[in-house]
Each structure stands twice: as structure tokens, then as C-alpha cells.
């Protein structure tokens, strides 16, 4: 298929392959699926492996593969394979609004660091080799904690590489945290008006001094057999009124939230490169309410002038009819894309 910039519109109705097609644009752009699926659920049924190629049309044309089977994983660009994924990531840019961001809010510390890594490996050069560094020398460590004996040079070796990596870690999230909190709460204020207030905070594990806390925490490592001290256990905190928006927001104000900050994603993302990211939007718009709706469509709007992509998906019922103009209408149905009908009667 080939999309011109501009805004497209999947419509069908319920298990017909509109989010599948989403997310095969996302996994070209980060490798993963969005819906938490792990790459062995995204094979189709009955099939040894999936494959999904893409032609991407910016400054000059890049030419992208990926293909996954249990037994064999190969990316390749321009007719090469990428050897480190830090070469290949950054060349889509994509954000994905879906159900699945509730967990933004509700869900554990780790999607949070996920977002904040997700976001750094799509800017910054280094961020994600870095980040595979202190992963490494965490899971190397943990394996010697639970030996009866750790090698004493090993642990010593891995503990100043994690120290080494994790310190660099820490301080690109302290760093984005300037940029994008400001971004998130201009974003909040503008789908929710007159709400509560938003505060972003990084709350790192380490507090001071990552040599210190991990040395005083060796006893209970001996105990745990686990790092317990490092970035790996950072958090976002989400307050809204000073109040953790975890435990005490309404359903609204969680989804408005994880809305707001998917929002300060393709909003950095678009400062940093000059150029919007492709926005996937799946089911969401369909959801909101008229003035969440809103607050949505100056993202949209600049998408469009700036001559960017977005793939939105509604099933028939519930596509909002205020964005009838210059939609690109596509028709999904039993896992086949065509062209839509041009005008629809309203
Ligand atoms: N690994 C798989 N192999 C084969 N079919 C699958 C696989 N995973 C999901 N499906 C099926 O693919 C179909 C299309 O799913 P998809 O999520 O794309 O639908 P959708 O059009 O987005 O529907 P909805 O409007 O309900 O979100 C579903 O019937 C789903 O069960
Ligand atoms: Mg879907």
C-alpha cells in the first residue's frame, strides 16, 4: 500500500485487521508491537514467522525489512542487515495513541521508564546502546547474587560497569525531564481546561550517590540476590493536584493523563526533529468526549501542515464527523485495505 501525507482514516468494524495494520507500522518504527504483544503472538496462526517492509519516502528513500521466526530475526536497511538496533532506531518516528496507554497510569513503574527510554532512544544517538550497556551489567549482576559464592572480581567488574552506564542513564532522563514536563502540562490544560494541575516528577532511585546506596544496600542484596539500588528502578511520578493520579484520579482524568503525555511525546519529538512524527491513533478518538476532541485536533492540525502522516482507526460508529475534511478514507474488512468510499453521506 502507499499512504501520501496526509491524514488516513481506517474504518471497519471490530476484529477486521484495522489495529494489525497499525501496528505493523509501529513495528517498523520500534521494533515491538504496542499492544504488549511479544514478537512470537504477532505470528499469524498456523505460520512460521511474520514479515513487514516498508519504503520510507523522506530525505531520499530508505528501504526497511524485518523479518521474525523463533528460529531466524533479520532487519535490514537499504538491502543490509542492522547490526546494532542503535543504528536503525530514530529512522521512523512514530507515536501511538491506543487503550493500551491506561497502563501509562495504572500500570507498573516499568512502563513508565519505557516511555522515558522510548523517547530517548528516538532522539538521542547513544541513549539506547547505553541503556542495552546497563542492562547487561544489571542482569550479569543479579546472576552472580544468586550464586551461593559470587566470583568477588566479577561482581566488581559488572558492579562498576552498571555504576558506569546507569549514572549516564540517570542523568539523560534527569535532563529530558525539563523539556517534556512542560509539554505534558500545556497538553493536560488543553484537553482538560479548568482541571486539575499536572506535575511531572522524576523520582530516581538512587538519591545521591549511586556508589554509596549500593554499597549500603549489599546486605539485603545478599538477602534479595538482586540489584536493588539504579535506574533500573526509577519511577515517573504523575501528580495531579500533588496527589498521585495512580490512586486517587477518576478513569477520566487517567485516560485524559495518558492522552496528555502521548501528546508531549509527538510534541518533543516534533521540536527535536523539525518534522512531526507519524501519529497512529488507534480507537481513541472514537472515545473522547466533544471538548477532549478538541483539546486532540491542534496536534492533528499541525500534523497536517507540516505535511505529516497520521493513521487513525474507528470502527463505522463511532468516527467523529467533525474531521470529515480531506480525510483519506480507507475500507477494512476481513484483513483487506481499499480504498474507501470519497464521500460517505453524513
Ligand atoms: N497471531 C494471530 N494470527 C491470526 N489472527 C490473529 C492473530 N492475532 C490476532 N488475530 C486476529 O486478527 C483479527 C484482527 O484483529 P485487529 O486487532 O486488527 O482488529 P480490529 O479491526 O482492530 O478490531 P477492533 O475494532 O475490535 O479493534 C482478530 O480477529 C484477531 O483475533
Ligand atoms: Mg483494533
Known amino acids: 500500500m502507499e499512504f501520501i501525507p496526509g491524514f488516513h482514516l481506517f474504518l471497519g468494524q471490530n476484529a477486521q485487521g484495522k489495529t494489525n495494520l497499525l501496528e505493523a507500522v509501529y513495528l517498523l518504527s520500534t521494533l515491538r508491537s504496542f499492544r504488549g504483544a511479544g514478537h512470537a503472538q504477532m505470528v499469524r496462526q498456523g505460520q512460521e514467522g511474520f514479515f513487514a517492509g516498508g519504503t520510507v519516502v523522506e530525505q531520499g528513500n530508505h528501504e526497511v525489512k524485518f523479518y ?8 535490514g536497511l537499504d538491502g543490509r542487515p542492522v547490526r546494532k538496533l542503535s543504528e536503525y532506531f530514530g529512522l521512523i518516528q512514530a507515536v501511538v495513541f491506543c487503550t493500551e496507554d491506561l497502563q501509562l497510569i495504572k500500570g507498573a513503574a516499568s512502563v ?13 544517538p547513544g541513549y539506547l546502546a547505553l541503556l542495552q550497556r546497563f542492562a547487561r551489567a544489571v542482569r550479569a549482576r543479579n546472576a552472580l547474587l544468586k550464586q551461593p559464592r559470587p566470583d568477588a572480581p566479577s561482581l566488581e567488574g559488572f558492579t562498576r560497569e552498571m555504576l ?3 549514572g549516564q542513564v540517570m542523568q539523560c532522563r534527569r535532563d529530558l525531564m525539563p523539556q517534556l514536563a512542560p509539554l505534558a502540562v500545556d497538553a493536560y490544560q488543553r484537553i482538560a481546561p479548568d482541571a486539575e494541575a499536572l506535575r511531572l516528577e522524576y523520582q530516581p532511585s538512587v538519591k545521591a550517590d549511586f556508589e554509596v546506596e549500593l554499597a549500603q544496600s549489599r546486605q539485603r542484596e545478599r538477602v534479595l540476590r538482586s540489584t536493588l539500588v539504579g535506574p533500573h528502578r526509577d519511577e515517573l511520578r504523575l501528580l495531579l493536584n500533588d496527589r498521585s493520579a495512580a490512586q486517587y484520579g477518576s478513569e477520566g482524568q487517567k485516560r485524559t493523563l495518558a492522552i496528555a503525555l502521548k501528546m508531549a511525546q509527538a510534541e518533543y519529538l516534533t521540536r527535536r526533529r523539525g518534522a512531526p512524527p507519524i501519529l497512529l491513533i488507534d480507537d481513541v478518538m472514537g472515545e473522547l468526549d466533544a471538548r477532549r476532541r478538541g483539546g486532540f485536533l491542534p496536534l492533528l492540525e499541525q500534523a497536517r501542515h507540516a505535511r505529516g502522516q497520521v493513521f487513525m482507526t474507528c470502527t463505522e460508529e463511532n468516527w467523529p464527523r467533525e474531521l470529515s475534511r480531506d480525510l483519506i478514507r480507507w475500507e477494512v474488512k476481513t ?3 481499499k480504498p474507501g468510499a470519497a464521500n460517505p453521506a453524513r
Open 112 to 124: 513508565r521508564r519505557r516511555f522515558l527510554d522510548l523517547l530517548l532512544a528516538q532522539t538521542q
Open 164 to 166: 558506569a552506564s546507569g
Open 335 to 337: 484483513g483487506t485495505v
Open 68 to 75: 521474525w521466526s523463533s528460529r531466524k530475526k533479520s532487519l
